[in-house]
C-alpha cells in the first residue's frame, strides 16, 4: 500500500533562518507530488507541483523553492523565512494517470518569530 | 484564473442535515471533490464527482452539481459530532496536474 511521511511535524524558526521539509512517498512509483501551504481564513494555497524528477511548477511567487531530487522525495525550502511564511505545509501526491485523488500528508506546522 | 469559494463556518445540530456549498469559475473543470480535515491532520478524500454527472449519492452523503451556475454542494444526512471537521471543496480539470481548493467551511456539530 501507499504511504507518505512528511517532516519535520512541527517547526518553531526565527525570521531570516533557513527551512527545509521534507516529503517521501513509498508504494509508487512516479507520482505527481504537490506542496500546499494552509494558513488561517486562507483555505489551501498550491505552492508547487512535480510531474517528475527535476521538474518543478511554481504557482505562487514568493521566497520559497521546491526541489525534487529522487523520484519519490518532495523537498520545500527557504533560505531566508519570513512571518509571513508561518503556516500548516501539506505534502500531497497522485497517480501520473489521474485518477483523481490526492493523498495528504499529516501536515508540517511552521510557527516563523 | 480558477477560483474555488466556501462560506467559513457552518454550525448544525446533532442529527439534523448539513449543508455546504461551493462556487468555483473554471468552466474546464473535470473533477470537483469533497475532502474532509480533521484538526491538525492531512485532508482525506470523502468522495468526488465527474463534470457530467448532476448527483452522486454515498450513504449519509449527496453531492449536488449545477453546472450551469457552477455550484457544488455537499449534503451530510443525520450529522454526528465526528462530522466536526473542515470540508474543503476542490476541482481539476483535464490535461492539468493542478488541484484547486476552496477556503474551507468549519463544520461544527452541536450536541
Known amino acids: 500500500s501507499q504511504t507518505i511521511h512528511q517532516w519535520p511535524a512541527t517547526l518553531v524558526q526565527p525570521v531570516g533562518s533557513p527551512l527545509s521539509l521534507e516529503c517521501t512517498v513509498e508504494?509508487?512509483?512516479?507520482?505527481?507530488l504537490y506542496w500546499y501551504r494552509q494558513a488561517a481564513g486562507r483555505g489551501l494555497q498550491l505552492l508547487f507541483y512535480s510531474v517528475g524528477i527535476g521538474q518543478i511548477s511554481s504557482e505562487v511567487p514568493q521566497n520559497l523553492s521546491a526541489s525534487r531530487p529522487q523520484d519519490r522525495q518532495f523537498i520545500l525550502s527557504s533560505k531566508k523565512l519570513l512571518l509571513s511564511d508561518s503556516g500548516f505545509y501539506l505534502c500531497?501526491?497522485?497517480?501520473?494517470?489521474?485518477?483523481?485523488?490526492?493523498?495528504f500528508g499529516e501536515g508540517s506546522r511552521l510557527t516563523v518569530l | 484564473g480558477e477560483d474555488v469559494e466556501q462560506s467559513l463556518f457552518l454550525s448544525v445540530r446533532e442529527g439534523d442535515s448539513s449543508v455546504i456549498n461551493c462556487t468555483y469559475t473554471d468552466s474546464s473543470s473535470t473533477y470537483l471533490y469533497w475532502y474532509k480535515q480533521e484538526p491538525g491532520a492531512g485532508l482525506q478524500l470523502l468522495t468526488y464527482i465527474f463534470s457530467n454527472m448532476d448527483m452522486k449519492q454515498d450513504q449519509r452523503l449527496t453531492v449536488l452539481l449545477n453546472k450551469k451556475d457552477k455550484h457544488l454542494s455537499l449534503r451530510i444526512a443525520d450529522t454526528q459530532t465526528g462530522d466536526s471537521a473542515i470540508y474543503f471543496c476542490?476541482?481539476?480539470?483535464?490535461?492539468?496536474?493542478?488541484?484547486?481548493f476552496g477556503t474551507g467551511t468549519r463544520l461544527k456539530v452541536l450536541a
Open positions: 476542490a476541482e481539476s480539470g483535464t490535461g492539468t496536474y493542478k488541484y484547486i
Open positions: 500531497a501526491w497522485s497517480v501520473q494517470e489521474f485518477t483523481g485523488e490526492l493523498f
Open positions: 508504494g509508487t512509483s512516479n507520482p505527481n
